[in-house]
């Protein structure tokens, strides 16, 4: 089974500051890597699929880059609005995994 | 407006059973394929189950192999799973979602339901 490792757990940032989260394959996933937001108590949110393509009506703030086994997602000005829990999702058909998810706090 | 609404949660008693529902609305149920994914109190994301569009295809987590069954009625826009031995570990807000094979390579999951929370506690 292919292990997804999510870094970093947490952390926290001020408004206006880029906020990197990456998430790192244990073989490679070509670009089957997606990115998800869930706020406290609300269903998760697509905000980038295979990697680099960001969903219709998510604000371009929102970024993804990578293939194989290391991607990246950024938030290029972090807005009060963006926290939340993030998590990464790869395809290996036929089976998804998460990774453990990062949470993002203003400082 | 397209939606998914779960139902069916509840207290169950460990090695009992419970079956929850996904209703649909708002697109063509029958064209999409359907997962189960769920999140423990506190915890991440789990994928639980998927299902294709006709239902010929079907695949579970190792972790409820042999005990959930996923099914769907394209005719009622329904999705279900069907939950027997239930174990402390399957306590957890489970949430349907559409698969986006159709435009994704990832096959991303694009639209979620409101999640519905099992608990299996004596």
Redesign the interface.
Same mark, same amino acid.
């Given at each position: 089974d292919i292990q997804m490792t999510q870094s970093p757990s947490s952390l926290s940032a001020s408004v206006g500051d880029r906020v990197t989260i990456t998430c790192q394959a244990s073989q490679d996933i070509?670009? !089957?890597?997606?990115w998800?937001q869930?706020k406290p108590g609300?269903?998760?949110?697509?905000l980038i !699929?295979?990697?680099s393509?960001l969903?219709t009506g998510v604000p371009s703030r929102f970024s993804g880059s990578g293939s194989g086994t290391d991607f990246t997602f950024t938030i290029s000005s972090l807005q009060p609005e963006d926290i939340a829990t993030y !998590?990464c999702?790869? !395809?290996d058909n036929?089976?998804?995994?998460?990774?453990?998810?990062t949470k993002v706090e203003i400082k | 407006e397209v939606q998914l609404v779960e139902s069916g949660g509840g207290l169950v008693q460990p090695g009992g059973s419970l079956r929850l529902s996904c209703a649909a609305s708002g697109f063509t149920f029958s064209s999409y394929s359907m997962n189960w994914v769920r999140q423990a109190p506190g915890k991440g994301l789990e994928w639980v189950s998927y299902i294709s569009s006709s239902s010929s295809t079907i695949y579970y987590a190792d972790s409820v192999k042999g005990r959930f069954t996923i099914s769907r009625d394209n005719a009622k826009n329904s999705l279900y799973l069907q939950m027997n031995s239930l174990r402390d570990e399957d306590t957890a807000v489970y949430y349907c979602a559409r698969d986006a094979s159709y435009y994704t390579r990832g096959n991303a999951f694009d639209i979620w339901g409101q999640g519905t929370m099992v608990t299996v506690s004596s």
């Open positions: 070509s670009n !089957y890597l997606n998800y869930q609300k269903a998760p949110k697509l !699929y295979d990697a393509n969903e !998590y999702q790869q !395809y036929p089976t998804w995994t998460f990774g453990q998810g | -």
